[in-house]
């Protein structure tokens, strides 16, 4: 299925209605402080060229300022002008089939897919989010957190558009009201039920009188885009306006569930041509490429119990799954509903950690292995784009392993469960530790040789003068499980302890992560991946390896160069996954209102997807024998022991 953005026709209506109203007071959110054009749109993002509007779009003013945009393959990175009064952006394709339609004051869109920009998100603290209601519904003031900055909502101007097949004229709107949260985005309807650590509901006090309320709704759905159309007249992608919250009842008892469809006011307007850069052709050096624009290319089902096929037999992980594309296998264990589909271009993730409280994941690993090279400058290179907003318990992750022997890790026939598949009896399980040196357990259930990337939620200290904000918002680890020769998962997996942490004790409380970047003198001098706390807008990731290095850019700029010391890889050839991982979403909540910590700033993640993570990837690519780019410094390589 496709409901991308195509370039043709427009139809417009113009249909009073006035049994409709405009977004209520209660809707309204965001409209921080907000940087200026040059603090957003990159060097290399272009102007879009005006466009004339097409017949009978309902008036508005018009947009003031230049928009730019940073084509990709199939989609746009889009930056938008400052409007006073906005609290959300969004922008959809002149295509057939689309109907607008002025609404009482809104502006009603039919038949689109509508993207939308959202708030920043923070891991730090808003004071507006602060409420008392008693044991288990507080959220406290940022006051009662001695580390915590108050950092108001902010519209972010950066949108995604994905599904760009080829230059299609858009319309780019500044609207009054966020974009609603639609429900969690699948190819299949499901209802979950939250179950909340056996507690859904607590007493609370209101007006000093004890009441029972809810943590959350009796369940929450994942829900199809022909169902998300049915409700609000159009897809919508990152929506995040939640569900209004009458005053005395719980401010949890809606979170997951859709938010009702208030048509906006519009307060600005621009029509402007995006051009992407095109699929055709392959980028140069990759033997590994998927940008999936195949919609037709499906994940199929392949082994839907992996016990004893997946993972060795008895190994102590539910519910692991195969599924497989022509290019991918998809790997999925401890998950309510994991769902993957293809579409606009991307592939969409989601899954919900089961009964919110064990750890699950979703990882995409191509059908087949890569050579490791052998010289010091020859790296694996692995590019890959996906949206890196990050906590304590749910984060993207690039994992790397393989077995000793050549040959033995990814394959077809005797020895392996499905064509270019993991090996019989070793997928990669994300449990309890995986990356903690004093209590991990391997990633491998067949005790192979891995690397992995854990990116979280920064720094519980201080470490001033290098950002925004004195607390870090985002952190990356570097963790390698050494190979276990005759890994046996009944006798190991209680005692070994694999997980060498190689990365840095950067602020010296023991994290051992990346939680900012370095200059020559090894002192921090930049933000990790702060500056790219989003829920759908992408950033691109390349990470370069080889036995002793990994490297690491962000949007083209280096972030880590980690030398591996005595942790060097030892396995012959490499596996390469990239996914994303959610765990005890239940304690998730408590986690981002902790008085000590308090990381209300979390918008969607506390609002919208509480109970399940999704997460949008594309254009994931692995070249096998690259150098560094020449832009590359030495002078911040940290060394591990």
Request: net charge negative.
């Given at each position: 299925m496709?409901?991308?953005?195509?370039?043709s026709l427009f139809v417009l209506a113009f249909v009073p209605l006035a049994a409709c109203s405009g977004a209520p007071e209660s809707l309204v959110d965001g409209g921080g402080p907000e940087p200026t054009p040059g603090e957003v749109a990159p060097p290399e993002a272009i102007i879009a060229p005006p466009v004339a509007p097409p017949p009978g779009l309902p008036d508005a003013p018009a947009m003031v300022g230049d928009i730019r945009y940073v084509p990709g393959r199939d989609s746009a990175m889009v930056f938008v002008p400052v409007v006073p009064g906005v609290r959300d952006y969004r922008i959809y394709a002149v295509a057939p089939g689309v109907t607008v339609h002025a609404v009482d004051g809104g502006t009603q869109?039919?038949?689109?897919?509508?993207?939308?920009?959202?708030?920043?998100?923070?891991?730090?603290?808003?004071?507006?989010?602060?409420?008392?209601?008693?044991?288990?519904?507080?959220?406290?003031?940022?006051?009662?957190?001695?580390?915590?900055?108050?950092?108001?909502?902010?519209?972010?101007?950066?949108?995604?558009?994905?599904?760009?097949?080829?230059?299609?004229?858009?319309?780019?709107?500044?609207?009054?009201?966020?974009?609603?949260?639609?429900?969690?985005?699948?190819?299949?309807?499901?209802?979950?039920?939250?179950?909340?650590?056996?507690a859904p509901t607590a007493t609370a006090v209101v007006d000093g009188h004890a009441v029972t309320w809810e943590h959350c709704p009796a369940t929450f759905p994942i829900r199809t885009t022909d169902e998300i159309r049915a409700q609000y007249g159009s897809a919508i992608v990152n929506g995040q306006g939640p569900v209004p919250i009458a005053p005395g009842t719980s401010?949890?008892?809606?979170?997951?569930?859709?938010?009702?469809?208030?048509?906006?006011?519009?307060?600005?307007?621009?029509?402007?041509?995006?051009?992407?850069?095109?699929?055709?052709?392959?980028?140069?050096?990759?033997?590994?490429?998927?940008?999936?624009?195949?919609?037709?290319?499906?994940?199929a089902p392949v082994i839907t119990s992996g016990d004893g096929t997946l993972v060795p037999k008895d190994y102590p992980v539910w519910g692991m799954h195969l599924s497989q594309t022509k290019t991918l296998n998809i790997y999925d264990h401890s998950g309510d509903a994991?769902?993957?589909?293809?579409?606009?271009?991307?592939?969409?993730?989601?899954?919900?950690?089961?009964?919110?409280?064990?750890m699950a994941s979703n990882l995409?690993?191509?059908?087949?292995?890569?050579?490791?090279?052998?010289?010091?400058?020859?790296?694996?290179?692995?590019?890959?784009?996906?949206?890196?907003?990050?906590?304590?318990?749910?984060?993207?992750?690039?994992?790397?392993?393989?077995?000793?022997?050549?040959?033995?890790?990814?394959?077809?026939?005797?020895?392996?469960?499905?064509?270019?598949?993991?090996?019989?009896?070793?997928?990669?399980?994300?449990?309890?530790?995986?990356?903690?040196?004093?209590?991990?357990?391997?990633?491998?259930?067949?005790?192979?040789?891995?690397?992995?990337?854990?990116?979280?939620?920064?720094?519980?200290?201080e470490l001033e003068g290098t950002g925004p904000y004195p607390r870090p918002e985002t952190d990356i680890r570097v963790a390698i499980d050494r190979?276990?020769?005759?890994?046996?998962?009944?006798?190991y997996l209680q005692t070994a302890r694999p997980v060498t942490v190689v990365s840095p004790d950067m602020n010296s409380f023991g994290a051992f992560s990346w939680i900012r970047t370095w200059n020559d003198q090894h002192q921090p001098d930049g933000v990790m991946l702060d500056d790219q706390m989003f829920i759908e807008q992408r950033t691109r990731l390349d990470v370069f390896f080889n036995r002793g290095r990994i490297v690491v850019y962000a949007n083209g700029a280096q972030k880590i160069c980690n030398d591996l010391g005595s942790a060097?890889?030892?396995?012959?050839?490499?596996?390469?996954?990239?996914?994303?991982?959610?765990?005890?979403?239940?304690a998730e909540q408590g986690d981002m209102t902790r008085p000590d910590w308090l990381t209300t700033?979390?918008?969607?993640?506390?609002?919208?997807?509480?109970?399940?993570?999704?997460?949008?990837?594309?254009?994931?690519?692995?070249?096998?024998?690259?150098?560094?780019?020449?832009?590359?410094?030495?002078?911040?390589?940290?060394?591990?022991?």
């Open positions: 496709s409901s991308g953005v195509r370039p869109v039919d038949g689109a897919t509508l993207f939308c920009a959202g708030l920043r998100q923070h891991n730090q603290c808003d004071d507006s989010e602060a409420y008392d209601f008693g044991p288990g519904f507080t959220v406290d003031h940022c006051a009662a957190d001695v580390r915590a900055v108050d950092v108001p909502k902010e519209v972010l101007r950066i949108v995604q558009v994905d599904g760009l097949r080829d230059a299609s004229d858009v319309i780019v709107e500044a609207i009054d009201a966020q974009c609603p949260f639609p429900g969690a985005e699948g190819p299949r309807h499901a209802d979950i039920d939250c179950v909340f650590d056996g401010p949890t008892k809606s979170v997951g569930l859709p938010a009702p469809a208030i048509p906006p006011r519009v307060l600005a307007r621009a029509v402007v041509r995006l051009t992407p850069t095109g699929t055709a052709t392959r980028p140069a050096g990759f033997t590994f490429w998927e940008d999936f624009a195949d919609d037709s290319d499906q994940p994991s769902q993957t589909m293809i579409t606009r271009g991307t592939l969409r993730s989601v899954f919900a950690d089961a009964g919110q409280g064990i995409l690993v191509p059908r087949q292995a890569f050579a490791i090279p052998e010289a010091a400058d020859r790296f694996v290179h692995v590019t890959f784009e996906v949206p890196t907003d990050a906590t304590l318990r749910r984060y993207w992750t690039f994992v790397t392993c393989g077995s000793e022997t050549p040959g033995k890790t990814i394959g077809s026939g005797p020895g392996f469960p499905a064509d270019g598949a993991l090996a019989t009896a070793s997928a990669l399980v994300f449990g309890p530790g995986f990356m903690e040196p004093d209590d991990g357990g391997p990633l491998s259930t067949a005790g192979w040789n891995c690397l992995v990337l854990v990116p979280r939620n920064g720094s519980y200290y190979a276990l020769p005759g890994y046996d998962p009944k006798t060097r890889l030892t396995m012959a050839e490499a596996a390469v996954g990239i996914g994303h991982v959610h765990y005890h979403s239940s700033g979390q918008y969607q993640y506390r609002k919208n997807t509480p109970f399940l993570d999704q997460r949008g990837f594309d254009n994931y690519g692995v070249q096998p024998d690259a150098t560094l780019p020449a832009s590359f410094q030495e002078g911040p390589c940290y060394a591990a022991p």
